[in-house]
């Protein structure tokens, strides 16, 4: 592969990492822990944690290197962030060399797993024996 279009193969990859990057400077300078983002819809309505509660400021603890805490905020957050840079490392590496990136299939069940998880996660975040990984 020639250096303009290997350039050309790899925009669409750098610019999503710079996004990325964007995003975790701004969590970085204006800490959700202390600046006022938009609440949570579901837990002003409900007051109960949505799987999603807590993201903002998992991210924004990573985005400092507090592994720790962000897990406590959302460990469901954490996870995806992980799993999300690697699937970005590998998008990376199939364009630098040419290769197509599989498309990942969900089959059924995986996606029955992947909710019913969801929902335990939830629940688990709003009873008294799960409150380790309600957000902090």
Known sequence: MTAPTRSRSIAAPLGVAAAAAGGAVLLHVRDPRTSTYLPCPFHALTGLWCPGCGATRALGDLSR????????????????????????????????????????????????????????????????????????
């Open 65 to 136: 290197g507090d592994v720790a805490a962000a897990a406590s905020s959302n460990v469901v957050a954490v996870v995806l962030a992980i799993v999300a840079v690697g699937v970005w490392a590998l998008w990376l590496r199939a364009r630098w060399t040419g290769r197509s990136l599989p498309r990942p299939r969900f089959t059924r069940p995986t996606v029955i797993v992947l909710i019913a998880v969801l929902a335990a996660f939830t629940v688990v975040r709003n009873t008294s024996w799960g409150s380790a990984i309600a957000p902090t």
